[in-house]
């Protein structure tokens, strides 16, 4: 643009270059000096050796104990105890109402926790504050969630629903902040391998958190099962605690300072500075609704169509497996796409997951679990190589500007929405097939599924 030529030419202005024509001079200057001040904010080089693997720990433990609660809630916790409070007839409408009602409050917490946390300058840290508060409110939540099980009343399903609530909002809570924290620490040029590291981080707490709510959980009892969330989360986060976060920056002289009509200001993004992170949002939105398609219906189905004995176990089985084989391909993925560029990565592993929801699909009509668990394996080599490029594509596509952590927000939006609508159109399509026929129904949904990820 423009603009940005001007911070260029006056950046030269050392040189032999040539002032640009004083008529732009104010805009130019305003903008050279935002520009300078988030050029000095730039990331120093991370440490080498043993210094630059606990670097990583403490930077990813925070998304390791959050997947691990959140991944397990969502595919295994949350439908089990949906099914045991209100029975099998209704599961699936409640399955897709009571979760995408939760979803709700990320879509407007996000990005507020966000804005707040680019504006704090608490002791503790702008963005830690924010994570560790959030922290809390969701094991408040948790706690309260372990005493609902196929002895309480069909009407305590209202109380489950604003225990999910509360959940979502803790989690929206620190979430929003905590993108923040990757473009304050990491250098740029290995965004994209750090990025791999949080799909690592991300993809083992999903598989610790599969396996152990699938050994603890019963219908009857889920005390030990949240007691075990709680602990993973708490004790899993405990390393970012000791992440030394960069200083409160000091914001631009000409910037605003935080206030409800700036936060509004602050969500028109001009098309011309920000149409990549658009296209990004929408990848990101369609992955999204893909997952969440089928994801927290993975249960019903091994129970109804293929007739497994235990669906439960085999639900955690098929995390496990899809987690286990996408941390290999995350690594891999993230320090290719330094390389190489992260779109080719983003082709490949949608293609890849969309060949095995066809294969689902037939295998709706020819029941197969053995089939299911191997299919289950290669679509995580491709979800895990989307993952690992995921937030360093959108970190690459943002321009420079002190609203990051409200921007990831905005970005944290397109894969918190698809969980308010996607198990809604997947619930509501099952429940009405249901009287014909589920095979069908669960081959429309997987048909849905993979033009999502081919979108």
């Known amino acids: 643009t423009a603009e940005r030529d001007l911070c260029v030419m006056y950046r030269n202005l050392e040189s032999d270059a040539h002032p640009p024509p004083l008529d732009n001079i104010d805009g130019a200057i305003a903008e050279f000096e935002i520009e300078e ?57 409640y399955n897709g109402f009571i979760p995408a009602l939760g979803a709700i409050v990320s879509l407007t917490i996000t990005p507020i926790a966000g804005y707040l946390s680019d504006h704090s300058q608490h002791a503790l840290g702008a963005r830690k504050v924010f994570i560790y508060s959030g922290i809390a409110i969701m094991v408040g939540f948790l706690v309260g969630s372990m005493f609902f099980n196929q002895n309480s009343g069909f009407w305590t399903i209202w109380i489950v629903m604003v225990l999910i609530l509360g959940v979502q909002f803790g989690s929206s809570w620190a979430s929003g902040p905590y993108a923040g924290l990757m473009p304050a620490l990491v250098p740029k040029d290995i965004i994209g391998a750090s990025s791999g590291y949080m799909a690592f981080a991300g993809g083992l707490g999903v598989l610790i958190g599969a396996v152990g709510c699938g050994l603890l959980i019963s219908k009857v009892n889920y005390i030990p099962v949240y007691i075990f969330l709680v602990l993973g989360l708490v004790l899993g986060s405990l390393p970012t605690i000791w992440l030394q976060e960069p200083l409160p920056s000091s914001r631009p002289l000409n910037a605003e300072p935080a206030s409800a009509k700036q936060f509004l200001k602050s969500f028109y993004l001009p098309y011309n500075i920000y149409r990549d992170f658009y296209f990004v949002l929408i990848t990101r939105f369609f992955f999204d609704m893909a997952i969440y398609a089928v994801l927290p219906f993975f249960q019903y189905f091994l129970k109804d169509v293929v007739m497994v004995d235990r669906p439960e176990l085999f639900a955690s089985v098929m995390i496990i497996l899809i987690v286990f084989t996408s941390i290999p391909s995350s690594f891999l993925a993230g320090k290719l796409s330094d390389k190489y560029g992260r779109k080719p990565l983003v082709y490949t592993s949608s293609i890849l997951m969309t060949l095995v929801l066809v294969a689902f699909t037939i295998i709706s ?65 099952l429940d009405h097939m249901k009287a014909t026929s589920l095979r069908l129904g669960y081959t429309i949904v997987f048909i849905m599924t993979g033009v999502y990820l081919l979108l």
């Open 365 to 429: 009509f020819d029941p197969s679990l053995v089939l299911v668990l191997v299919f289950a394996g290669v679509f995580g080599v491709g979800y895990g190589a989307f993952l690992a490029v995921d937030w360093a594509l959108a970190l690459d596509v943002l321009p420079p500007n002190t609203d990051i952590a409200k921007d990831m927000g905005i970005w944290h939006i397109t894969f918190v929405f698809p969980q308010v609508i996607s198990p809604l159109i997947s619930g509501f399509i």
């Open 37 to 93: 001040d988030l050029r000095l904010d730039a990331p120093p080089p991370l440490p080498g050796g043993w210094r630059g693997v606990w670097f990583y720990i403490m930077l990813c433990c925070y998304w390791f104990s959050s997947n691990l609660a959140s991944g397990s809630l969502i595919s295994i916790v949350w439908p089990s105890q949906i099914a045991a409070v209100v029975g099998d007839l209704e599961k699936e409408k």
